[in-house]
């Protein structure tokens, strides 16, 4: 019984040999059939030579990035000087225009001007060709009480040429005088003027029966003293802070034959000029 034993191990061992053998001899995948040389692999193909071309220059080194610019700092304000309306230089809303506004309210309207009249007046004769044409100047100083109220004194220089007609000499009379005005500003621009003239008037010499004196084809003239009490309505024109002009339309109080300075109606153009503060 123990040799059967051994004699089945020994014919197990004997049919397992061969299967191991040709397993062993069983080609292996990718490999090549046995007894050939193996295929070499293919070199690689060279790469293209390039040809030398002209020598470059190195790359230049990057150049470093600029650092950003400092921001400034805002500047504080500059604090506004101090004035004498505002100690502390600073200026509350509407304070600046009232102060412009009373600036130029000061320069239109101060304490003194002058006040240069012009007048021109014609009227023709009533018992006689031709008529009388007058011309005056009458500067003054005007002295303004309030902004609306202007009184001052002045002077006076008027000339008058007289006609007859044709064939009769011409009376020519040259007057001085001194004055006193007051004017009103009642409405904007309008106004009332009035003013007291004292002159002294050169005047032709008349004979007992009314007659003008006439020697050797000239009127005879003589000097005579003439109040001139003159009143009426204006306008007035400003064209800047300091000057203005002013239109005048007055009548004669005192318009007499042969006793009157001015005809009515009296046509004055004054020009007023703001002086010192």
Do not use: C, W
């Not at 292996?28 to 007894?35: E, K, S």
């Not at 509407?94 to 309210?105: I, L």
């Not at 003589?222 to 204006?234: D, F, Q």
């Amino acid at each position: 019984m123990k040799n059967l034993g051994i004699a089945l191990l020994l014919g197990a061992t004997a049919l397992l040999a061969p299967g191991r053998s040709l397993a062993q001899s069983k080609p292996a995948l990718n490999t090549a059939p046995p007894g050939s040389a193996p295929t070499p692999a293919p070199a690689p193909a060279p790469a293209p030579t390039a040809l030398p071309g002209p020598p470059q220059a190195p790359p230049a080194a990057p150049a470093p990035a600029a650092a950003p610019a400092p921001t400034p700092e805002p500047e504080p304000a500059a604090l506004p000087a101090p004035t004498n309306t505002s100690p502390s230089g600073l200026e509350l809303p509407g304070r600046e225009q009232a102060r412009k506004a009373a600036q130029q309210h000061a320069e239109q309207y101060t304490k003194l001007f002058i006040y240069s009249g012009f007048g021109l007046s014609y009227s023709p004769n009533i018992n006689y060709d031709g008529g009388a044409f007058n011309v005056s100047v009458s500067p003054a100083l005007g002295y303004r009480l309030t902004d609306r109220i202007a009184v001052g004194p002045g002077f006076t220089y008027a000339y008058t040429s007289q006609t007859f007609g044709s064939g009769n000499p011409t009376l020519s009379l040259n007057s001085y005088g001194a004055k006193v005005f007051a004017q009103v500003r009642v409405i904007d621009q309008f106004l009332l003027h009035a003013e007291y003239e004292v002159t002294k008037v050169e005047l032709p010499l008349i004979d007992q029966n009314q007659n003008y004196i006439i020697v050797n084809n000239r009127f005879m003239t003589g000097t005579k003293r003439i109040e001139s009490p003159l009143a009426g309505v204006g306008y007035r024109s400003q064209f800047s802070n300091r000057a203005a002009a002013d239109i005048l339309l007055l009548y004669n109080f005192n318009d007499r034959f042969n006793n009157s300075l001015y005809s009515n109606p009296v046509l004055r153009f004054n020009f007023l000029f703001n002086i010192g503060r």
